[in-house]
Every structure is written in C-alpha cells, then in structure tokens.
C-alpha cells in the first residue's frame, strides 16, 4: 500500500510559479510509476506528466511542455512538479499518483488516470489574470 500527500498549490499571478510535492509513504513490491494529473472545474481529468519507475522516461502533456517540470529526491520518497510561466489554463486541482509496476516495464511511461491505483488528495492551484 501507498500513501500520498501532495502541497505546495496556492495561488499565483500569471507568469509566476510554484512547486508541487508529493510525499510517498508505504511500501510496495516492485518499481513505482508517477504521474501527475489535473482537474479543473467542470472538466474531466488529465494527465499533465508520468514518470516511469527507473525514472528514465518522462512525457508531458502538451500545454505544458517547457513549462513543467517533473523530478524527485534521490529516494523517490517525495515527487516534485516544478510549473513555471502559469496562465489562467493551469488553474485546477492538482492531483499526484502512484502505480506498482512490473520490472518488466520499469521504462514504461503512464499517462492515462486508469492505469494509477494509488491517489493523493490533491491541491488547489488557482492562477490569477
């Protein structure tokens, strides 16, 4: 079992950034694959980046390619989503999760909200005009 914990939203003018963390806590067996999703008011989920298990391969959603940023401490114990250059269309409940991942697909990126088991809270990001 894991257990996440996501902070760092809040609320920032346009052109500004903040850093989300996830604490990941609990243990599972094999790899873990991340990904970090969003939700804003009246629309569905989506995927904004996943990091595989061995860290190797990430993939962005386009909107936010060159602005995001995903990385983790050395244990993988905490996640970080880095956003800079924010506008009005980032704003939305952020969302970090988890799946156990075979080694197998260790490289194997996840973008899809389906294939995570493991949800954290999730936290506000409002961006200002």
């Known amino acids: 079992q894991l257990q996440l914990v996501e902070s760092g939203g809040g609320l920032v003018q346009t052109g500004g950034s903040l850093r989300l963390s996830c604490v990941v806590s609990g243990s599972i067996w094999g790899g873990v694959a991340i990904g970090w999703f969003r939700q804003a008011p009246g629309k569905e989920r989506e995927g904004v980046v996943c990091m595989s298990a061995s860290g190797r391969s990430t993939e962005y959603t386009d909107s936010v390619k060159g602005r995001f940023t995903i990385f983790s401490d050395d244990g993988r114990k905490t996640m970080y989503l880095q956003m800079n250059s924010l506008g009005p269309e980032d704003t939305a409940v952020y969302f970090c999760?988890?799946?156990?991942?075979?080694?197998?697909?260790?490289?194997?990126?996840?973008?899809?909200?389906?294939?995570?088991?493991?949800w954290g809270q999730g936290t506000q990001v409002t961006v200002s005009s």
């Open positions: 999760a988890a799946a156990a991942i075979l080694a197998q697909h260790r490289d194997t990126c996840y973008s899809q909200a389906w294939q995570y088991v493991y």
